[in-house]
């Protein structure tokens, strides 16, 4: 018997109760993000309500009715002069992982947001231990850029943040163009 396709598809509201669980896990049990206290699905909507709102895409991976991950872009830093850079974030469930669920919804994100005006992606990984985001990232294009050492406590250990970054569309090769 064949595994069900995986759709890479945009998020509705009936799909926070599974990110918010996905993303708790993660708070939790991982160190890809450095919040401390898993938000709840009131918090996650209004996360997701505020990244749909500007315009910019928050994509689940779904197989079989189930949501096995999600990915968003947002902008990197709410000053207007960087309103083509945005930050990706990936999140996927802990059984879902080494799939290559995490590599579709990268690469479907990255298209959305360049078909919508961004230029630049930017990669904040939380660990520089954490070596499938790593390697996701630079099979898709992205250069490791900086590294920021010991920048969070979590676990009772001191984490580096890695930053890569890829260039979408034309990238710094002619100037933006606002489409908002």
């Keep these: 018997m064949t595994a069900s396709p995986l759709l890479i598809r945009p998020s509705t509201d009936a799909d926070v109760p599974a990110v918010c669980a996905i993303y708790a896990w993660h708070v939790l049990h991982a160190t890809g993000t450095f919040e401390l206290d898993a938000p709840d699905e009131a918090e996650m909507a209004r996360r997701r309500d505020d990244v749909v709102g500007k315009g910019l895409p928050w994509l689940v991976a779904e197989r079989g009715g189930r949501v096995l991950g999600f990915a968003y872009a947002n ?3 709410p000053r207007k002069a960087y309103r ?3 930050e990706d974030s990936i ?42 985001s790593i390697a996701v990232h630079r099979a898709l294009g992205f250069e490791h850029t900086g590294l920021l050492k010991a920048a969070g406590w979590k ?23 606002d489409l908002e």
């Design 75 to 77: 902008r990197f830093r």
């Design 84 to 86: 083509f850079c945005v």
């Design 91 to 132: 999140y996927l469930a802990d059984d879902a992982r080494g799939q290559g669920s995490g590599r579709l919804l990268l690469a479907e994100l990255m298209a959305q947001c360049e078909a919508r005006g961004s230029r630049q992606m930017l990669a904040v990984i939380g660990d520089s231990a954490n070596a499938a």
């Design 155 to 177: 676990f009772d250990r001191w984490l580096d943040v890695v930053i890569m970054q890829r260039g979408l569309g034309l990238s710094d090769r002619a100037p933006a163009i």
